[in-house]
């Protein structure tokens, strides 16, 4: 690889794809994180991430008890985007997912939904096998990789990873897979992008407060939209649009991605307001992502067959 540098940091120059290692993490998306890498729109990146647990419980020995709790939901970055300025739009197209050979899953006494439920805590170690989370005996889940934690850095202020948002991060969202694009809203220069918290597998709502949490790398190609302006986190695969909003209730949430989609669809496509809302009665879904974090977060999705050639 070649690289430059621009006042000490490493700038990406030609067809390349630069790495970001697990040396290079961040607890909190801020402005006043310094860039481990600067990197033209385009570029192509890969980045090594730990686990939710940044790795501490990778045996049946290791507990919950000894948790570091200052350590969790690592991000790896965060990355400087040339061009980036406020108001733009950071296009990410997720590449690759490659995901380790082992992952880990707690639940436990206050964790989720069911911590009211549940005695003690508990950690369970579960092998990857030939595209399969094997559970136990009997019990084969097809591996379906996605990312928890993935995010551009806000105007003012500091968000802990483990916190969603505007600015993306502890989304747990399925849907933001292989072959999906993240287009985010960029509230300071450069955008200071960075992801982490890979899950192997998980179910809608991540209900025990965990998906089979992961070491992985991710492969990511990052671009500057100028022109155009979105509310908060979008997604679009090959199927659908999707938007995405976290609030301190569900019911927020809802409410937000609700109108956030109506405004997406509303000038973009041949019909009236009326209409447009009926359509999404109709066609739309209504999902959560996650239920168990600081902010609640779901998804409003739509499928594209129904939406015409309609684009950001």
């Known amino acids: 690889m070649i690289y430059i540098t621009k006042n000490g940091i490493p700038i990406l120059k030609g067809d390349f794809t630069l790495k970001v290692s697990t040396d290079q993490i961040i607890y909190h998306f801020t402005s006043s994180n310094c860039p481990v890498l600067t990197v033209p729109s385009g570029s192509i990146v890969e980045f090594d991430t730990y686990d939710c647990f940044s790795n501490q419980l990778r045996t049946e020995k290791d507990k919950m008890e000894s948790l570091d709790w200052d350590r969790i939901n690592p991000a790896t970055g965060p990355i400087y985007i040339e061009g980036a300025e406020p108001g733009d739009i950071l296009k990410v197209t997720i590449n690759r997912i490659e995901i380790d050979s082992k992952g880990t899953i707690v639940s436990g006494e206050e964790l989720g939904i069911l911590g009211g439920i549940l005695k003690g805590a508990h950690t369970k170690i579960i092998p ?28 003012d202020g500091e968000i802990n990873t483990g916190t969603p948002g505007k600015h993306g991060g502890n989304m747990d ?57 979105i509310q908060g986190p979008m997604l679009e695969n090959s199927e659908h649009w999707t938007v995405i909003e976290s609030a301190e209730t569900i019911e927020d ?60």
């Open 128 to 155: 990857i096998q030939d595209g399969k989370a094997q559970f136990s005996d009997g019990i084969r889940i097809p591996i379906k990789p996605m990312i928890g934690v993935i995010g551009v850095a806000p105007k």
């Open 173 to 229: 969202n399925r849907m933001v897979a292989e072959g999906a694009t993240l287009y985010f809203h960029v509230e300071t220069p450069g955008a200071l992008f960075a992801l982490g918290d890979v899950h192997g597998v998980m179910g809608d709502g991540e209900i025990g407060v965990s998906g089979l949490e992961i070491p992985a790398k991710i492969t990511v190609t990052l671009e500057i939209v100028k022109g155009r302006s």
């Open 253 to 312: 949430a809802v409410q937000e991605a609700t109108e956030n989609m109506f405004r997406f669809l509303s000038g973009r496509m041949n019909l009236k307001d009326p209409e447009i809302a009926m359509l999404m009665s109709l066609v739309g879904q209504l999902e959560f992502c996650q239920v168990v974090d600081p902010l609640k977060t779901v998804r409003f999705t739509m499928p594209k067959k129904y939406l015409g050639e309609i684009s950001l």
